[in-house]
């Protein structure tokens, strides 16, 4: 197993594993609180200002998945994989105007999640249960591929196992993380992910500086990349590859973008990232702040270009980034940037597995099973989660196909989208109703779910014609495809608006419009 | 004001047709790449504007 070990890298990286290993359980006694209240445990009492939320949210949205699979797609076909850039311009604007409201609105009535709010804003059991599923339906494949992720830079270390003994150095890893998970919360996370983002931004700055005085240039870097598009294309006509988007792609591009803004904080890990911050000028400034990370993304998204520069050949394009790096890196400083990936799934697993334990516990559990549950009943039934959650994950990983873990995902964009209207209406205006809402829920996930059935494997664009049953064909006469997420919000959205016209609904809003307002708008 | 600092970038961002080009290059790397990763540090510049300017009204 250890006989092609790279033994500096591995050192390397085993060093830095341990260090935030020692830092995850310290973490117990940073801030202090009563990890028994759940929103100590799982919102890490509400105290993360400004610089704290930044590394945390930071950590949090770009994940080791993130830094294995984006340069994938754009060393796979080039300039599509970029969306990634756009779909992180899109989001920095609207959280800044929307973001600060719910963190009012969550700090005034206690809510810890999306189906907290929505419940007190709409009075709808079934609503409050439709938005905790999908949050969690959707959070889970995602954990996994962070798994992935991780296990890709283990096997790049040269590790390597035969069946279930592959996954033996990963399995300690998620045991190490989800005990300290367990006993400090979300308060782990948020001090590991200073160390992964300050690594993070040094292996990356270090890749976009030494990789081009390697190679030449980006000149040469872009030229050799383009070289190997046409090659693609010529191989095979109906690939949509290149070093700018095809005709066909630019549909795609813009509304995977503009879904993909659209789900991302309807997550449940985002919006605790969000929601343990301690105001709402914490969230407005890292609008401005987190930026940074976004320029990161992008860099990154340009070492799946720089690979094919560097002459490497990878049959699966997710081996790409680490190959690259064991390539131009000296082995010290690959390990360091391998500890940084791996590091890099850690933080978001957290935050994940705690995310989707603060929904099952409020929206599922105290509703549906024990009204009656007490404080520490709460935190106690979240901590069991997010061990069965990360449990699940492995699980996931020893015996399915990763394949279908990026199916999964892959619908768990589209599904996510769905909770968006619900969500960003309601913090703006009581006019719609629970029930349409929950309709309008409804209608998006079926048709998400359709839309991406494709012929030969799940497809995540299509073109705006259907075949509606019993009624005959239906052609918008756009020519273009777009993300099956945007479509059927769209779609959702208008459901929700029709019936919400003729369907009022009578049920109790716990809120009051200044509940939204926090000091520094009121000011 | 506020909404139109925040809005600007995004509406620059979706409109892809208008900068899916290699050319004017920036030090080799393609327009379609720098334009986008320079449309970053703007769009984060506006936000702060559009801050300045919401603080600033009464």
Redesign the interface.
């Known amino acids: 197993m250890i006989d092609n070990l790279n033994w500096t890298a591995t050192i390397v990286f085993v060093f830095f594993f341990a260090l935030v290993t020692v830092i995850g359980f310290m973490a117990s006694h940073w801030k202090a609180g009563d990890l028994n209240q759940l929103h100590e445990w799982g919102l890490g009492g509400r105290r993360f200002g400004p610089w704290i939320t930044w590394f945390l949210l930071g950590g949090d949205l770009y994940t080791a998945y993130t830094v294995i699979a984006i340069p994938a797609l754009v060393y796979a076909i080039g300039?599509y994989g970029?969306f990634a850039?756009?779909y992180?311009?899109?989001i920095?604007?609207f959280l800044?105007?929307t973001m600060p409201r719910l963190w009012a609105v969550s700090r005034k009535h206690g809510y810890l999640t999306a189906g907290d709010f929505v419940f007190g804003r709409y009075g709808d059991k079934g609503l409050e249960l439709a938005v905790a599923l999908t949050g969690i339906l959707a959070t889970m494949p995602y954990i996994a591929l962070q798994l992935v992720g991780m296990e890709k830079v283990i096997q790049a270390l040269g590790f390597h196992g035969e069946g279930y003994l592959a996954h033996l150095p990963l399995t300690i890893a998620f045991i190490i993380l989800a005990l300290y998970t367990y006993s400090s919360g979300l308060r782990a996370p948020a001090m590991i992910a200073f160390v992964k983002d300050i690594m993070i931004y040094i292996f990356i700055i270090a890749a976009v500086i030494i990789i081009p005085i390697q190679l030449g240039?980006?000149?040469?870097?872009?030229d050799a990349a383009g070289k190997v598009y046409e090659a693609k294309v010529a191989a095979d006509p109906k690939l949509q590859a290149g070093?700018?988007?095809t005709a066909p792609q630019?549909g795609p591009?813009?509304t995977l973008?503009?879904g993909s803004a659209m789900a991302l904080f309807m997550y449940p890990h985002a919006l605790t990232g969000t929601l343990a911050a301690s105001s709402g000028q914490a969230i407005?400034r890292n609008?401005?702040?987190l930026?940074?990370y976004?320029?990161v993304l992008?860099?990154i998204a340009?070492l799946g270009i720089m690979a094919h520069a560097a002459g490497v050949k990878v049959t699966n394009p997710q081996d790409a980034v680490p190959q690259l790096l064991l390539k131009v890196f000296p082995d010290w400083f690959a390990g360091f940037s391998f500890a940084a990936i791996a590091i890099g799934a850690l933080v978001p697993a957290a935050v994940m597995s705690i995310g989707a334990a603060n929904t099952f516990t409020r929206n599922v559990w105290k509703p549906f099973v024990n009204p009656q549950v007490t404080s520490l009943g709460e935190s106690t039934i979240a901590k069991l989660v997010s061990l069965i959650v990360k449990v699940g994950a492995l699980a996931f990983i020893f015996f399915v196909p990763t394949k279908f873990a990026v199916d999964l995902q892959l619908l768990g964009g589209v599904w996510m989208v769905q909770i968006f209207p619900a969500m960003i209406l309601g913090l703006y205006t009581r006019w719609y109703s629970g029930p349409a809402l929950l309709v309008g829920w409804a209608v998006g996930m079926i048709l998400g779910t359709s839309l991406s059935w494709g012929a030969a494997a799940w497809i995540s664009v299509h073109g705006l014609a259907w075949d509606i049953p019993l009624i005959g064909k239906f052609d918008l006469g756009l020519g273009f495809a777009a993300y099956n997420g945007f479509t059927a919000v769209i779609v959702n959205f208008l459901v929700a608006t029709i019936l919400s016209a003729v369907w009022k609904s009578k049920a109790p809003d716990q809120t009051q419009a200044a509940d939204y307002e926090d000091e520094?708008?009121a000011? | 004001m506020k909404y139109l600092l925040l809005l600007a970038p995004c509406v620059l961002t979706v409109l892809t047709p208008l900068y899916n080009a290699l050319t004017p290059d920036f030090l080799g790397i393609p327009l379609f790449y720098w334009l986008q990763l320079l449309l970053i540090p703007v769009s984060a510049l506006a936000i702060w504007a559009a801050d300045r300017v919401a603080k600033a009204q009464p």
């Open positions: 300039a970029f850039v756009p992180t311009i899109l920095y604007p800044y105007l240039g980006f000149g040469v870097i872009f070093l700018i988007l630019i591009y813009v973008a503009i407005r609008t401005m702040t930026p940074a976004s320029f992008g860099l340009l520094a708008a000011a």
